[in-house]
């Protein structure tokens, strides 16, 4: 990929003048299908109830995509809005980089077709892999070409549909995801320095391909030829999340020399409740500063975290200027944590 013109004199002159090229979120949207699918429709479909899943989950319902509804087409709808909100054309975007489980087709990347949707002819479009973490990574991909010069305008999208990949006679696993997509739009922008500067402060991924069987799909391309569907051993992924979420989200903040007593917001990954509150406790962060939205949106898998931020930003919960943590985990196992000065 070629640097543009554009890019190299926004680095000189950043370099020239001492100062750090952040990339700052200038706008954030999302999408949920409309159609919704309650715990008590669930329980006309499998052995559950609306109590066992909300006293275990927190989760009261989800959206589920239509037939013909992809990925791709809730990552347009999600990028719409996060370039409305930014007041930008879709023109200036020369980054996509898109975060699925569940893409549209084997290939090419989903991120190419929504970047034809979109009218947008130049820069590259990829998709990372990294199921519930995958919004974490894209963002520091793209935050990575930002800051180096690569790109100016990054649509970072987490976009799922994830209902296509459960068994919905599976009890243990249906009941927990949902669809749904979520995009920032990420802008190359100069700081003057820590720690007052706007814009993305740091990420650090992690994963561990040795706990691929507690949580995966049962098929692929290349040993199925099926997409296979979800299987999980939920209890021993619930005591993984907590730990690794507590230590990539302190990891994260001691990266941006920042403590718990300077996050204003976390947005956390939407699995489960409990995680949610058991991270925050282990972390000591007040209840009220957690962003969630599992009750409505269920796990959304990459998307999540986007959705989370989008409606915390349009509710005017998270303001200009605060800091915002964003962690996730999931299958792999791969997690990580960003901090963002919003
Ligand atoms: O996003 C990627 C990361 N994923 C996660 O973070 C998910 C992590 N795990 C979890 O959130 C939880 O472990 C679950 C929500 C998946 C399960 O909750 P749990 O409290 O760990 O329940 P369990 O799996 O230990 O199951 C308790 C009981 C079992 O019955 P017995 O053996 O005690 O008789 C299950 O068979 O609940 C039963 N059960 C259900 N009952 C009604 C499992 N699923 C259901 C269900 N409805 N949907």
Same mark, same amino acid.
């Given at each position: 990929m070629s640097i543009r013109p554009a890019a190299l004199k926004r680095e000189a002159s950043a370099a020239a003048a001492g100062a750090t090229v952040r990339s700052v979120i200038a706008g954030c949207g999302s999408y949920l299908p409309e159609r919704i699918m309650t715990n008590h429709d669930l329980a006309k479909m499998v052995d559950t109830s609306d109590e066992w899943i909300v006293e275990r989950t927190g989760i009261r319902h989800r959206h589920i995509a239509a037939e013909g509804e992809n990925t791709s087409h809730l990552a347009v709808k999600a990028s719409e809005r996060a370039l409305a909100a930014a007041g930008?054309?879709?023109?200036?975007?020369d980054l996509i980089v898109l975060a699925t489980a569940?893409?549209?087709?084997?290939?090419?990347?989903?991120a190419t077709r929504v970047q034809e949707r979109l009218g947008i002819v130049r820069g590259a479009a990829f998709d990372v892999q990294a199921v519930c973490s995958g919004f974490i990574y894209a963002l520091a991909v793209a935050d990575n070409f930002l800051r180096l010069g690569q790109a100016d305008t990054a649509l970072v999208i987490g976009a799922e549909t994830f209902s296509r990949i459960? =068994? *919905?006679?599976?009890r243990s696993t249906c009941v927990l995801f949902g669809d749904g997509a979520g995009a920032v739009v990420l802008k190359a922008g100069q700081g003057r320095g820590l720690?007052?500067?706007?814009?993305?402060l740091t990420t650090k991924l992690h994963s561990d391909g040795?706990?691929?069987?507690?949580?995966?799909?049962?098929?692929g391309v290349s040993s199925t030829r099926t997409a296979g569907v979800v299987r999980m051993d939920g209890p021993k992924v619930f005591k993984h999340a907590v730990e690794r979420l507590a230590e990539v989200v302190e990891e994260s903040l001691a990266g941006a020399g920042l403590?718990?007593?300077?996050? =204003? *917001?976390v947005v956390p990954h939407q699995a489960n409740r409990r995680i949610i509150d058991g991270v925050g406790k282990k972390l000591g962060l007040?209840?009220?500063r957690v962003v969630v939205t599992v009750d409505h949106h269920a796990n959304t898998s990459a998307a999540s975290v986007p959705l989370a931020l989008t409606e915390a930003v349009g509710d005017g919960r998270i303001q200009r200027d605060e800091v915002v943590v964003m962690e996730a985990m999931g299958g792999g196992f791969t997690w990580g944590a960003a901090v963002v000065r919003m």
């Open positions: 930008m054309k879709a023109d200036v975007v569940t893409p549209d087709e084997t290939f090419p990347a989903t459960l =068994d *919905w006679k599976d720690p007052t500067d706007r814009g993305v040795r706990q691929h069987d507690l949580l995966y799909a049962t098929g403590t718990s007593a300077d996050v =204003d *917001w007040p209840a009220e």
